[in-house]
């Protein structure tokens, strides 16, 4: 009994880190699937929503859950302007390396800036106001900062699944990822549609990224972390496939959890990239891919 | 065309770098003794290093004017007497918290400013190489900071530390559980720690394991996790499955906040608490509030702490900066105190005559706003010995109660009742 | 127009040369020393890495991990059993090499950005692997004894930055060179082949894994050089300053902002950033809190943008016909 119950809570805990990941990682897979670009400024524009819903709270007093639209037009936009005067030249360029390395410097920038602005000091939102409490259903304890997050990233990526499924532009994001100069011949416009996916894709961090103060820290450095466990994400989930993010997002927050108290803490991550490295030796396209 | 002129771009750029490195502003004054310093004042650990440079300002100030009221050495006058009242003038470097940059730092404040001493540092990571390369250009180096147990292993002549380390810190912590083992007759077996997995958390946690053996306690978890994790859930998880009489949580900011958190979510309560580094910090009690009641921590300073001096200058501090003392400010203050006093003994600002004066130096129980008897070095000795610690260095055992931190042993110090056990959740 | 670029460019070699050689002479401050020879390691991580992101299309983030195996290993060999840092210093190099080509089996599928976040991963893995690692001294690090008397053997000089000066530049000359005759030769050639069209290397028979490895095994040594020397240099490491992801992402974004692909691309990036973003911190001060990477960064954003090809394209002649290079 003492190991079912133990067992049990070892699995919500999984559930409830790796719901939020997922949420994180929808964005980048959009982005990677259409424009065939890893972002790896995600982590960093994540915190850009963290300082947002920080500050907001620490300055007005205001709730996060408040802050949210704020954060996701915020994002939205700065989506929109990176891909615009970053991004979309930088694609048409064909050079593989810019590409690469444009984001990192959009992710160096971002993070200095952070430090600049804000000192390396770690921050988290201490007496949120709605949001608080904790539970004990069954023997499994769980915080409900951490319900209320997981519940609503689990609402936005099922959003985002019907958005990309059922909708008129959600499919013709598809089928720029699919095949781009076909999809350019039935008369879609993939720079358009570019446009469009980086937007919905770092406007979906403003979501994750506002309400995560209440349940950790931010700090300039925060981004790395999250953003290599999205990538990994990504990577496992395959590109594109927002349900097959969702899982290998959970995934991941099971093997955290799992991996961290059965083998030890310190290597719960490592466990997450070991897995990681050895699916892709089997399956370099990921486990959902396009 | 477009190419010519990015050409000339370049071509000036590098110009630009060459030209102004030859600029270099080096007026001296009379009378004026530099003293180099080097602490993290930019990257991750920048707010403390701030908190460093305000204690070694005010000490500076102490020393340069005159605060009759003060018992601290120069106090009564202003700057140097045995130097015609030369004043102390801290040349200040950003060593980033990174070892490479610490080196190349003090370098340049030991070549190219020159100065006669080197104060600070917080990392030990940058303590140790810079030590060392003060140690290279016979330059003494006092750090008020820095607990890493090996920095006063080296055997090195020019290298002084102020600090109690961890291996003080850690008996501290168990004289004290020893204490109120015999004070109540009870026995708190089982122990259990959780460090951060750098090398402060991993120092801290070698002194334990030995304090452990040695007392005959038995460790029934140790959890390493990783810096400022974003989730400490299976941590907290098997601290709890192991159910300790008492833990030890050793980690900075974030780590204290988000242990706090999670051992509330989980019901975790052990029957003693104690807490290092991250549950001093001055973040600490506004982001958890009520919940970081009944903490015991192994303190170098507290402000309030019932040392006729300490108060005065806690008082001045306040003043000053608006705010209450805190550990990062007093741990650096006394190093241009202890230097500029070894100066003004020597009459001389000749490193040999300074290093040699530091090794003599004894500064009593009133000379020093530090807990203790006072600041005397132990010689410099073979490895493992230790070379140049503070003997004097005694800790302190700080509670928090009602959301203010309180000191509750050794007796004489105190300034208010201990709880015990630790309260539950429910109570807070 | 065409000769006069070659003969224009074949000057400007040689002024540097002269330039650097003499430079400890002209400027005798410790701290101009010291840039320059920041300089010089950097230079020779950057051509390093560039052997496999640019000529390659192996783009690595984990070039660190590279330079932290080499620094490990002469320090360990040093400490333990006494060995000459030299020794440990070819030590660390093929031990570098050996990881690396084992480490390029399970990736040897991945293209373009799988890979670079599998180094990601294997970067991380590596330094959480060290920090635990009480053998490798875990998170406290190795401290390297401070010798008494300067020693070639030994590799510590007391009085003065000169000897390192002149032994990493004589590290990064010798990358240089091997790099180029790589390049030169056949192997440089078929590297260019599957970096420009790999189907059709590969239909020609082209074995592309071997290359792969020839590539990684190469740089991976010239890294640990690189590494050794940061250990000799600054006498102390730990897991957070030689396994970094900041160190691999400075050493790429050097890269691609000189020119990568080029030979003196790197390099000239490199003497460009490192000293620049020195200055800008000597200047700033404790007041720099990130501005000099914030500089860095954008400059990198504009070149990515502006002009992708680096800022060697400022010295090359107009576009040939493809010869080959870059």
Not at chain 1, 193 to 218: D, E, K, Q, R, Y
Not at chain 1, 261 to 276: E, N, S
Not at chain 2, 68 to 80: D, I, K, M, N, V
Not at chain 2, 144 to 158: H, M, N, P, Q
Request: charged fraction near 15%.
């Amino acid at each position: 009994m003492e190991t079912a119950i133990l067992i049990l809570q070892l699995i919500v805990d999984g559930l409830l880190v790796g719901l939020p990941y997922a949420l994180i990682a929808i964005g980048l897979t959009l982005i990677w699937g259409v424009m065939d670009i890893i972002n790896f400024a995600h982590g960093e524009f994540l915190v850009v929503g963290m300082y947002v819903g920080y500050w907001t709270y620490a300055l007005l007093g205001v709730s996060p859950v408040l802050s949210l639209p704020v954060a996701i037009l915020l994002l939205g936009a700065l989506g929109w302007v990176t891909y615009r005067y970053a991004i979309a030249r930088v694609l048409k360029s064909e050079n593989l390396l810019s590409q690469i390395v444009v984001t990192f410097g959009v992710s160096v920038f971002l993070q200095n800036l952070f430090l600049f602005l804000f000192s390396g000091d770690y921050r988290s939102i201490s007496q949120e106001p709605w949001i608080k409490g904790d539970l004990m259903i069954q023997g499994i304890f769980l915080s409900i900062p951490e319900l209320v997050i997981s519940m609503i990233s689990l609402l936005i990526i099922l959003l985002m699944h019907l958005f990309i499924r059922r909708t008129n532009t959600g499919k013709a994001i598809v089928a720029t990822a699919l095949d781009r100069e076909t999809a350019q011949l039935m008369g879609i416009d993939t720079d358009r549609m570019n446009s469009l996916t980086f937007t919905i894709g770092i406007g979906c961090l403003g979501v994750a990224g506002v309400l995560l103060p209440i349940t950790t820290h931010v700090s300039p450095y925060s981004g790395f972390l999250f953003g290599v466990l999205a990538f990994t994400i990504v990577a496992l989930g395959g590109f594109g496939s927002i349900i097959g993010t969702m899982f290998a997002g959970i995934m991941v927050g099971l093997v955290q959890s799992f991996g961290g108290f059965l083998v030890a803490p310190a290597y719960k991550y490592l466990c997450v990239f070991i897995l990681y490295l050895l699916i892709l030796g089997i399956r370099p396209r990921g486990l959902f891919g396009w | 065309m477009r190419s010519r002129w990015k050409s000339v771009l370049v071509g000036g750029l590098i110009g630009l770098v060459s030209v102004v490195s030859f600029v270099s502003p080096g007026w001296s004054q009379e009378k004026v003794i530099k003293i180099g310093a080097h602490l993290p004042l930019s990257g991750g650990t920048a707010p403390t290093g701030a908190l460093n440079r305000e204690g070694i300002d005010l000490a500076v100030d102490i020393i340069n004017n005159r605060h009759p009221e003060l018992t601290l050495p120069l106090a009564q006058s202003e700057g140097l007497p045995n130097l015609g009242g030369a004043k102390i003038k801290i040349v200040y470097a950003d060593d980033r918290g990174d070892p490479n940059v610490a080196m190349a730092e003090v370098e340049r404040l030991i070549q190219e400013e020159k100065v006669v001493a080197i104060v600070g540092g917080w990392e030990s990571s940058c303590i140790k190489t810079g030590s060392q390369v003060a140690e290279k250009f016979k330059t003494p180096h006092v750090s008020g900071a820095g607990s890493s147990v090996d920095l006063t292993k080296r055997g090195l002549s020019y290298y002084f530390r102020l600090l109690a380390h961890s291996g003080k810190v850690n008996k501290a912590y168990f004289d004290f559980l020893g204490d109120m083992e015999k004070k109540l007759g009870k026995k708190y077996g089982n122990v259990a720690i959780a460090y951060e997995n750098t090398e402060y958390g991993s120092v801290f946690n070698e002194q334990y394991e030995r304090e452990v053996k040695e007392r005959g306690y038995k460790s029934v978890a140790s959890v390493p996790f990783y810096k400022a994790a974003t989730s400490v859930t299976s941590e907290v998880q098997k601290l709890k499955a192991a159910n300790p009489d008492a833990f030890f949580q050793i980690g900075y900011d974030p780590d204290a906040i988000l242990f706090t958190k999670t051992m509330r979510t989980f019901n975790f309560t052990p029957t003693v608490w104690f807490g290092m580094a991250g549950y001093t910090s001055p973040k600490y009690i506004p982001s958890v509030g009520n919940d970081g009641n009944g903490i015991l921590i192994s303190g170098w300073f507290h402000p309030r702490f019932k040392k006729p001096v300490t108060m005065k200058v806690g008082e001045l501090y306040a003043k000053r900066y608006g705010k209450e003392m805190s550990i990062p400010v007093a741990l650096n203050f006394m190093t241009p105190i202890v230097i500029a006093e070894a100066i003004n003994r020597a009459g001389s600002t000749d490193k040999e005559a300074i290093r040699n004066a530091l090794e003599k130096t004894r500064l009593t129980e009133d000379q020093s706003i530090m807990p203790g008897p006072g600041i005397w070095f132990s010689p410099v000795q073979n490895p493992p010995a230790h070379s140049h610690d503070n003997e004097g260095a005694t800790m302190l055992v700080i509670q928090i109660i009602d959301k203010k931190f309180e000191v509750v042993w050794p007796e004489k110090y105190k300034t208010a009742e201990l709880i015990w056990p630790h309260p539950k959740w429910s109570e807070k | 127009m065409l000769p006069n670029f070659r003969e224009r460019n074949r000057l400007i070699f040689f002024a540097v040369v002269l330039f650097a050689v003499v430079y400890p002479f002209v400027f005798t401050r410790a701290f101009h020393q010291h840039i320059m020879i920041m300089v010089f390691m950097y230079g020779l991580l950057a051509i390093a890495w560039d052997i496999m992101g640019g000529y390659t299309n192996l783009f690595s983030f984990g070039q660190s991990v590279f330079f932290g195996i080499g620094a490990y290993t002469s320090t360990i060999l040093f400490l333990r059993w006494g060995i000459s840092p030299w020794l440990g210093m070819a030590a660390g190099g093929c031990l570098s090499g050996l990881l690396g080509v084992l480490v390029s089996y399970p990736t040897s599928r991945l293209r373009g950005h799988y890979f670079a976040i599998a180094t990601l991963a294997f970067l991380f893995v590596v330094q959480t692997v060290l920090e635990n690692w009480k053998f490798v001294g875990g998170a406290q690090g190795l401290t390297l004894p401070l010798l008494q008397q300067s020693s070639l053997w030994q590799f510590q000089f007391r009085e003065s930055k000169l000897p390192y000066y002149y032994i990493m530049l004589a590290l990064l000359a010798s990358g240089l060179l091997i790099t180029r005759g790589v390049i030169n030769s056949r192997v440089g050639y078929y590297l260019r082949a599957l970096r420009e069209a790999p189907e059709v290397a590969q239909s020609l028979g082209v074995n592309t894994a071997r290359y792969r490895l020839i590539a990684i095994g190469l740089s991976a040594f010239l890294s640990a050089l690189s590494g050794t020397f940061y250990a000799q240099y600054v006498l102390y490491i730990d897991p957070p300053s030689v396994i970094s992801l900041g160190l691999s992402v400075e050493v790429v974004l050097i890269s691609v902002f000189g020119g990568s692909g080029t030979l003196y691309g790197p390099l000239l990036g490199t003497a460009i950033l490192i000293p620049l973003t020195n200055l800008i911190r000597a200047w700033l001060g404790g007041a720099g809190k990130g501005i000099a990477y914030m500089v860095f960064a954008g400059i990198i954003i504009l070149i990515c943008v502006l002009q992708p090809e680096g800022i060697i394209r400022l010295f090359k002649g107009p576009r040939k016909a493809s010869r080959g290079y870059r």
